[in-house]
């Protein structure tokens, strides 16, 4: 099973907007709603920010959202604010009863 | 407080065996799936394998499959990944993480990871 595919890096300045992509196939981001993103912090354990394409933990602030539209789904991250910078990862579901993630995105607050 | 504490992580030669262990706490253990993902150095995160509430389901990444072994204790709110004839390329923070809604809604609890390191 490849990686979904993400950007390596994406940046913004606070205030802006930023979307982070993960580009799977249709046996996994597009055959199923069981897309995820989580994001890392050095040297921390990953945070779960988005489940099921897009719903939010509660305790996640809603300027993070999900979507998707075939085999790509996104992370949308509004009002950047420096504690977001960190590295993105999403995930997902397929057709072998497994779970890929993507290869991850640093995301740099400028 | 709702936690899960890895443990057993160390040194192994290469064809070596470790087992893992992941203790969790401040939740009902024996109704959530849970999964074992990894990060080697420097690198991104990589599932490994995922086992149902009950254990009837056991799913393995190709990369780990016939070598590493995911099992659980209801009875003692413990998760285990027994890892054998270890390569290098095994070498990584081994992370244990909840499902929040039944695999493969979305891991929402992690613990702090154990780190596995072979080398001869």
């Known amino acids: 099973q490849s990686a979904l595919t993400q950007p390596a890096s994406v940046s913004g300045s606070p205030g802006q907007s930023i979307t982070i992509s993960c580009t799977g196939t249709s046996s996994d981001v597009g055959g199923y709603n069981y897309v995820s993103w989580y994001q890392q912090h050095p040297g921390k354990a990953p945070k779960l920010m988005i489940y099921?394409?897009?719903n939010r933990p509660s305790g996640v602030p809603d300027r993070f959202s999900g979507s998707k539209s075939g085999n790509t789904a996104s992370l949308t991250i509004s009002g950047l604010q420096a504690e977001d910078e960190a590295d993105y990862y999403c995930s997902s579901y397929t057709s072998s009863s497994t779970v890929v993630f993507g290869g991850g995105t640093k995301l740099t607050v400028l | 407080e709702v936690q899960l504490v890895e443990s057993g992580g160390g040194l192994v030669k290469p064809g070596g065996s470790l087992r893992l262990s992941c203790a969790a706490s401040g939740f009902t253990f024996s109704s959530y799936s849970m999964n074992w993902v990894r990060q080697a150095p420097g690198k991104g995160l990589e599932w490994v394998s995922s086992?149902?509430?009950?254990?009837?389901?056991?799913y393995y990444a190709d990369s780990v499959k016939g070598r590493f072994t995911i099992s659980r204790d209801n009875a003692k709110n413990s998760l285990y990944l027994q890892m054998n004839s270890l390569r290098a390329e095994d070498t990584a923070v081994y992370y244990c993480?909840?499902?929040?809604?039944?695999?493969?809604?979305?891991?929402?609890?992690w613990g702090q990871g154990t780190t596995v390191t072979v080398s001869s």
């Open positions: 099921e394409v897009s």
């Open positions: 993480a909840r499902d929040l809604d039944g695999y493969p809604s979305g891991m929402d609890v």
């Open positions: 086992i149902s509430s009950s254990s009837s389901y056991i």
